[in-house]
């Protein structure tokens, strides 16, 4: 664990200005070089050593906790902003202070980094997103009869918790079909509970209190019906029933094959013994086993015991979903929302889960699949493996059973997220949210209800075409979407005019009066930056209109506004950003979809045109005998020249006119990525 000594605990205090969770920071560039400077001259007295570090605000809470290999050198990529995570910047502007914490091993630094972070719920670490507490089976293991329960409480010494459920009917469902399968006592009988008083208050009589028990003890329902075993009436020894419990860890671990087989040893024994009416009740134990079986998804013919991580996520928010697969089988499944979602790397969630997740089960499998390779994947498998006892490992399955059944839980874990959003109205909340954002960051009289975007679509200024998307009350309203074709440039590729155009031809007064083209709109967008906005107020100036304009960037997403020179950059992670971005990748989306519908038909229509040989009648005849260009395309020399009335040397032509055509398409295509 920890050293002890004086250095391994060092405070770096700089300010004591009242800040919250997530307060603002210093935004201009000159004061945060001078902050970032002063955190860099103390990050350069840390020690070289693993351990943990701990960033604090001017008010002294924790807003995230890491840990590292090396302190110095990590913690130094947080000053030097060389941490390329996005978060990076804006967190190194709240942070005013620093704790650091050595170990002597990575392994030590987890286990430390996990302590922390349940101890301070950094903002700025993974976490559930409602912090709730999920429901789990316990079993009271520091009782001489230890008991089963349903709980959510806090972890206690002496108890061994399975799950977490997050579904509490699973749970308590589970409860129930295990006592059918393994009498145990259960913590809620009001018998259990008085003899562990008993028992507590004389430990070393717990010989005494079985016989008194024995004598003058009363047994609980469930021993009548057959789910106790008469601990509280004496009719079980301290040893059987330790094999119960054992029995039922198996149970709860998935392992039920090794159960099932101590049954059966049990009921041919009872048989031999002519004892039928308790080979009879060990048979119905087994039928309880066989049902289970029969409802569980057999999803691996061999005894894999793995758990499958899914993931799905939203800007800043985030759905898990773990498959529970023991002996082949999937036992269970736990879904889970998380506070944290694009607005950190793929890679931090899942860590950051994991480590959240099997902190708190006992129930480690063989095998953890996940969809990425994590960095510090062997010194969280050292982890497991010493919660587990055995090894574990972390795998990145890329095809067969496990890759489908990952792609099932990464399904689940998005549909866990949708409905989480739809019963909490968080989307709704997020979208008005943004809209405020929006108003206040680009001065706006208003809320921007009504949000209009273009955007210009083209290869080499051919086939040059242009999109407007409407978003309303922060949604896309697909029923006021236009498409244009640009007329006035062709033969070059010239965003200025094209917008000038466009923009001319929407907002003319006859468009304007026009309903199908919808209200006046209270922000219009254009995807670009400072020509683009340019052409706009142009533009608009033109008409005599006066409309709240601005211009998106794709490469650092910065919004260009015409009463400031310097762009205007929205939070990362805000809902403002992730809506303004939303639509223009709508608009660039629409826009590209009608370009490449003219290109291709053009292209389709005129290719046949071009051979030389080719008129009207044998276009027909290839038409009417292939049924489509595609089958055409894919067609050999010899094929095309089994058509009625195509000699063997125009399909030939035919043959390599369209191969140069296919090569042509692939270079544009090529030639619109990079564009994009």
Known sequence: MARSRTEQLSS??????????????PTHAEP??????????????????????????????????????????????????????????????????????????????????????????????????????YPFIALTKGDVFPAIKYTREKHKSGTRYFGPYTDSRAARETIDTLRKVTPICSATCAEWKRVRRLIAAHPDEADVIQLVCA??????????????????????????YAGNVRAVERFLSG???????????????????????????????????????????????????ADLVGFYREETIAGA???????????????????????????????GFLKRYYDETSDIPAEVCLSVDLEDAEVIAGWLAEKRGRVCRLHRPQRGEKRRLLEMAQLNARHALMRYMMRTGYADDRTNQALLQLESALALPAPPLRIECFDISTIHGNFTVASMVVFTNGRADKSQYRRFKVRSVTGEANDFLSMQEVLGRRYAPERMADERFGS??????????????????????????????????????EIFVPWDETPVVLPSGSASLYLIKQVRDEAHRFAITFHRELRDKAMTVSVLDEVEGVGPTRKKALMRHFGSMKRLRSAKVDEIADVKGVSASVAQRIYDTLRAWEAERAREKDAEAEEA
Request: with cysteine; aromatic share 6%.
């Open 255 to 305: 392992h039920r094959t090794d159960v099932a087989r101590e049954l059966k040893e049990q009921m041919a024994e009872a048989a031999a013994d002519l004892d039928f009416e308790r080979a009879a009740r060990i048979k119905r134990r087994l039928e309880v086993i066989d049902g289970l079986d029969d409802r569980q998804q057999v999803v691996f013919p061999s005894s894999v015991d």
């Open 321 to 351: 979903c773990v498959f529970v697969v023991r002996e082949g089988r999937t036992v269970r499944t736990c879904e889970f929302i998380l506070d944290k979602g694009l607005d950190v790397p793929e890679e931090e969630l899942q860590e």
């Open 520 to 557: 006046r709109p209270d922000l219009l967008v254009v995807d670009g930056g400072k020509p683009q906005l340019t052409a706009a107020l142009t533009q608009l100036e033109g008409l005599g209109l006066d409309i709240p304009v601005c211009g998106l960037a794709k490469a650092d997403e």
């Open 215 to 240: 004598q003058k003890g009363r047994p609980c329902f469930d021993y009548h019906v057959g789910r106790g075993p008469g601990a509280c009436a004496g009719m079980v020894s301290p040893e059987e």
């Open 12 to 25: 770096h205090a700089a300010g004591s200005s009242p800040l919250g969770p997530v307060p603002a920071a």
């Open 32 to 133: 945060m070089r001078e902050h970032l400077a002063r955190l860099a001259a103390e990050v350069a007295r840390v020690p070289t050593e693993p351990g943990c570090y701990l960033w604090k605000d001017a008010a002294g809470q924790v807003v995230y906790v890491g840990k590292a290999k090396n302190l110095r050198a990590r913690m130094r990529q947080y000053v030097t902003l060389s941490d390329e995570r996005q978060k990076i910047p804006l967190m190194m502007q709240v942070v005013e202070t620093f704790d650091y914490l050595v170990v002597e091993n990575e392994h030590e630094a987890l286990v430390l980094e996990r302590e922390l972070i349940g101890q301070y719920r950094p903002y700025y670490n993974v976490d559930y997103k409602d912090d709730k507490s």
